[in-house]
């Protein structure tokens, strides 16, 4: 899709699920816009709303401008937007930046000027650089950290947040480090029974259903994991 064909309705109906119909209207409203803007080059949206068969809280739009300073876009709370300059794109990609990387991997176009995104896929379709596996532990460790804190203070719905965010971040490190590119939190399950780690699966699969996970559990899998 070019700049100049851009239709909203098409460009919408590449988001699976909507949360709301607001969400849907804006995101419209801001790829027309868009169309019109000569600073903004491409809309992408990434994460769960993109992918088939899982679930989605939200939807979340990833944009590419000449400059950012002029983007002043006030989205509804379940639309969450960031914005790239096209000058940092290059060092985050080799950097191995994750929603870029992303939405690379699996994003859907919404808007595209001059083919700018195609471009850029095309270019960085055989070197695109994987998120560190090292960060991404760092990361959990950190969850971790909060989750035991929250723990005492016997916050049981920070602790399931918390919980949820740690076996997240262990389960992308697992795959990074088999070189397999994490999709979405929904599918990062079945991602890890692919490569062989059942138990994490299992864990992740069942915090992510409701299910309470002791905290034992998670200082068992620490160790190993982190």
Known sequence: MTGQDTDPVSATNQVLRWPTPRSREWTGAFVQSAEHDPNILAVV??????????RSA???LLAICR??????????MEVDLR???????EDRLKAGHD?????????RVLFQRDR????LAEAWRHRLVLPSSKLAR??????????????????????????LSYLTQLARAELLDRGVFPASRPELAQQ???????????????????????????????????
Not at 45 to 54: L, T
Not at 67 to 76: T, Y
Request: aromatic content about 6%.
């Open 45 to 54: 949206a990434v994460g769960s709303a993109v992918r088939p068969g899982v």
């Open 58 to 60: 939200d939807v979340d």
């Open 67 to 76: 400059d950012l300073s002029v983007i002043h876009e006030d989205p509804p």
């Open 83 to 89: 914005a790239y300059s096209t000058g940092s794109i």
């Open 99 to 107: 929603m870029l990387g992303w939405a690379l991997q699996f994003g």
């Open 116 to 119: 700018f995104w195609d471009s």
């Open 138 to 163: 760092a990361r959990a460790a950190n969850a971790h950290r909060h989750l035991v804190t929250v723990l005492q203070f016997g916050d049981a719905d920070a602790a399931q947040e918390q919980a």
């Open 192 to 226: 890890l029974r692919d490569i062989g780690n059942v138990q994490l699966a299992g864990w992740l699969e069942g915090i992510s259903n409701g299910g309470r996970i002791r905290l034992s559990d998670l200082d068992r899998l620490l160790e190993v994991a982190v």
